[in-house]
């Protein structure tokens, strides 16, 4: 078994890979499942061989990539995106040794997602001192919302900021240039200053929602559900109480199986933030 870094080369097999791990799992467990698009997959692992090179590894066996991970660090913070096995070289070790190229001599402060069927790499990632603090729900549905009462301005990336270190506790401005690449975000003021941001994609799909406060991230997803032209979908942390409330009370459902937030000793769970997805945070 050879580990290396990852190349854009690799982003096919690595997909097979999450396909063959992620969907037979999640079929065991007769939940519906459905590989992301390969150019939704390219454009993710690309920015994060961009930012992060050498956080991305992957197995080869017999000239095939058999597992592969990929990690970033952002301000002090460390975030797994992905750590996916082949179902046929499961339990020989290889998930352990790519998550020990990923983690690296990086920051105190880290966390990943994962799915709560998945008790083997939770275990994992728990002797690690990652430890599930939250669920992550996927919601999902077509809204009835009355928009919230903050009010809409020009992206500015000093607000951004403003409200990334109240949300998340870290710097994302490298990251808001990704995502503006699809879609820009709108930020909303309270009283004349940032509050909250929010980013919506055409396909309806809602995130990064974030607030200085939870009342805030709440006006500004009601206020993104009140626009929206059919189905949304959304990821929120459990700890977002709020959030998860105003989604419920719009008419949105859960939709899928409930990941987990994993933290490490220090991190907070958040409480103003729908994230942007698995791979981003």
């Known amino acids: 078994m050879e580990l290396r870094r990852a190349t854009p080369a690799d982003f096919e097999a690595e997909l097979r890979v999450l396909d063959a791990a992620e969907g037979g799992l999640r079929q065991r467990h007769g939940f519906d499942w459905r590989p992301p698009p390969l150019d939704a997959f390219r454009s993710a692992h690309e920015y994060l061989l961009e930012t992060d090179p050498d956080r991305s590894w992957v197995a080869v066996e017999d000239g095939e990539v058999v597992a592969y991970t990929a990690a970033w660090e952002r301000d002090g913070h460390w975030f797994l995106s992905d750590l996916f096995v082949h179902p046929d070289v499961q339990a020989g070790g290889v998930g352990s040794a790519l998550l020990e190229r990923a983690w690296g001599d990086g920051p105190e402060r880290r966390l990943t997602l994962a799915d709560a069927i998945q008790p083997v790499s939770n275990a994992m990632y728990a002797r690690r001192g990652l430890v599930p603090a939250t669920p992550m729900l996927e919601l999902g549905g077509t809204p009835r919302a009355e928009p919230g009462s903050l009010e809409p301005t020009a992206t500015e990336p000093e607000a951004l900021a403003a409200v990334d270190a109240a949300a998340y506790g870290f710097d994302r401005a490298r990251d808001h240039a990704h995502w503006s690449e699809v879609q820009p975000a709108t930020v909303w ?24 406060d939870p009342a805030a991230a709440v006006d500004a997803l009601r206020s993104e559900l009140s626009r929206a032209e059919g189905a949304v979908s959304l990821d929120v942390p459990g700890s977002a109480r709020e959030l998860v409330e ?17 933290l490490s000793r220090g991190v907070e769970p958040p409480r103003a933030l729908a994230i942007s997805g698995y791979w981003l945070f």
Do not use: H, N
């Not at 459902?253 to 990941?259: L, N, Q, S």
């Open 246 to 262: 105003a989604a419920l009370a719009a008419g949105l459902r859960i939709t899928g199986p409930p990941g987990l937030l994993l």
């Open 189 to 212: 003021l309270r009283g004349g200053e940032p509050a909250a941001y929010s980013y919506r994609t055409q396909s309806g799909r809602l995130g990064p929602i974030a607030g200085v």
